[in-house]
C-alpha cells in the first residue's frame, strides 16, 4: 500500500518513511503544499498524512483542493495545532483523522490501518492463497505450516500478489505500489530480483508453484 507524507520539518519526515515502510508501506515524501497536490493530482494513494502548516500551500487548502477534484484518498492530518476551531476546520474540508503532534508513532500506525479499513481496502488481517497464508499483524508468513522469513520488502510484494491472485500484474504495477516515487531512479531488474528472491522462498521447496511469470509482461500469483 502507498503512503503519500506531507511534511516539512525533515527529520520528522524521514522518521515517518522509515517507520512506515518497516510496517511494509511505500511511501513517498512532499516538503510543500505544492509538491502535495501535484503528487495527489498525478498518482494514486492510499492514504496521505498531512501537516497543517506547510510551506507554499498549508494543508487545509491542499485538502479543499483535492477533495474539489473529487479525490477521496483517506487524509489524516497530522498537526501541532490543537484547538478545536483546527480540528473542526479540517474535518468540514474533509479530513478523515486528526493527530496532534507529539504523537505515538503506535497510535500513528494504529490510525494509518483503521483509514486503510475504512476505505477501499478491505479489514483483512490475514491473507491466504492455497496453503500459503500471511498474517498482517505480526507478519508471520507461513505455507504449508513452515515459517517463512521475508525482508521488509519482500513481505510488501507478497502482500501485493496475494490482495490479486490469479491477476497479471505487470512491473510498472507492481513499482507504483511497492516502491516509493523514487523509483524511477532504479532499473526494473530489481523488480525481477526481488521477484526471483521470492520465489526462492516461497517455491522453492514445494512441488506446485505459486509464482509465474508471464512472459513479456510481468508475474501472477495463483494455485
Known sequence: MRILVAEDEKRLASYLKKGLEENSFA?????????????????EYDLVILDIML???????VLKKIRQKGIQTPVLMLTAKDSVSSKVDAFEQGADDYLTKPFSFIELCARVRALLRRGK????????????????ISHQVTRAGNTISLTSK??????????????????????????????????????????????????????????????????????
Not at 488481517?125 to 492455497?130: A, D, E, H, I, Q
Not at 530489481?190 to 512472459?215: A, P, S
Open 55 to 61: 510551506p507554499k500551500i498549508d494543508g487545509i487548502r
Open 121 to 136: 481496502v478491505e479489514p483483512q488481517t490475514k491473507l491466504k492463497v492455497g496453503d500459503l497464508e500471511m498474517d498482517l
Open 27 to 43: 511511501v513517498d515524501l512532499a516538503s510543500d503544499g505544492e509538491e502535495a497536490a501535484y503528487m495527489l493530482e498525478s498518482k
Open 154 to 223: 519482500e513481505f510488501s510484494l507478497l502482500e501485493f500478489f496475494m490482495r490479486n491472485p490469479s491477476k497479471v500484474l505487470t512491473r510498472t504495477v507492481i513499482s507504483e505500489h511497492v516502491w516509493d516515487y523514487s523509483f524511477d531512479n532504479i532499473t526494473s531488474n530489481v523488480i525481477d530480483v526481488l521477484v526471483n528472491r521470492l520465489r526462492n522462498k516461497i517455491d522453492k521447496d514445494f512441488d506446485k508453484k505459486l509464482i509465474h511469470t508471464i512472459k513479456g509482461v510481468g508475474y501472477i500469483l495463483q494455485e
